[in-house]
DNA sequence: AGGTACTCCTGAAGGC
DNA sequence: TGCCTTCAGGAGTACC
């Protein structure tokens, strides 16, 4: 599942590919994953616009384009955007196809169809209430140590699904929200009101160093993600927890267990982690 | 308001 | 082997 380091691996890959390239042609295979305007707007507007610039917020990739308009795409769990060149075939399960004026192309392809894109002003960006109300993003200068012990003081429940709501932080997802704790040596249950000052510093620590470390190898393909290339990420290999269910822990060689919280498959060390 | 449950979706995997 | 059920989970929504 495409989360911070994989989305921004993608717009890493992609920025020179598509800066400063005219959009020709845009074909909706599936319109219902238009979100904003009608998928005819969609269409219209964006045919003949040139892409200025590719940013990401969270898991919310970004392309500015002339006009002040931005095409937003969020990948949710199946998610994928190739470029591909001119002539060669495309994903089985493109959903949107973008053709350039040369014909190369970039595609959106999803399996599970439960991706989101949308068309819109800059200054009308406020209607995706995701990126509205999203948190400071790791590894910013917004993202304090302070900020963060804060907020969590004032919350009783597990920690696990705070993690994973973008409002306190934003671009954790499953795999990086089960690995910060793992690193941090705190139990996915834990309510996060009884985290000590110690914790809370661990895990902010945590939650900076798991996401540099996604990123620095270009993202997890645990299943279906795949960079800007069509290329897998190396950051499955160097997993602590996630995925590793009855392997054993890194640190101290207790198989690995796997437990339900909030809905969401959770992994952990029950020796490191306790609660 | 914070917390929980449900919904969307389809391929893979597991049970019998 | 084949049919059926369960699971994967981000995020919007409904509801208490």
Not at 4 to 24: C, G, Q, S
Not at 209 to 215: F, L, P
Not at 228 to 255: D, F, S
Request: glycine letters at 8%.
């Amino acid at each position: 599942m495409p989360e911070l380091p994989e989305v921004e691996t993608i717009r890493r890959n992609l920025a020179d590919k598509v800066t400063e390239r005219v959009i020709k042609e845009v074909d909706l295979l599936l319109p219902r994953l238009i979100k904003w305007p009608s998928p005819g707007e969609f269409q219209a507007i964006l045919t003949g616009k040139r892409i200025t610039k590719l940013g990401r917020r969270g898991k919310y990739l970004l392309f500015y384009l002339e006009d002040d308009f931005v095409l937003v795409v969020h990948l949710r769990m199946t998610g994928r955007l190739y470029f591909i060149q001119a002539g060669v075939e495309r994903d089985k399960y493109t959903r949107i196809l973008f053709t350039f004026d040369n014909r190369d192309t970039l595609q959106y392809a999803d399996t599970r169809t439960l991706g989101t894109l949308y068309l819109m002003k800059e200054s009308e960006l406020w209607r995706i209430s995701g990126l509205q109300h999203m948190g400071p993003e790791p590894l910013t200068a917004e993202f304090t140590e302070a900020y963060f012990s804060d907020r969590l003081k004032k919350r009783q429940g597990k920690i696990k699904p705070l993690l994973l709501d973008q409002t306190l932080v934003s671009g954790l997802g499953n795999i990086y929200a089960d690995e910060s704790l793992a690193l941090a040596g705190i139990h996915p249950e834990k309510s996060a009101a009884q985290l000590t000052g110690k914790e809370c510093k661990a895990l902010y620590a945590a939650v900076n160093q798991v996401i540099a470390e996604g990123i620095a190898d270009g993202g997890t393909s645990f299943r279906d993600y795949r960079d800007g290339n069509g290329q897998r990420g190396e950051h499955q290999k160097h997993l602590r927890v996630y995925g590793r269910h009855n392997e054993p822990c890194c640190v101290c060689g207790t198989p690995i267990s796997k437990i339900v919280v909030a809905g969401r498959g959770t992994h952990y060390c029950s020796r490191c982690q306790i609660k």
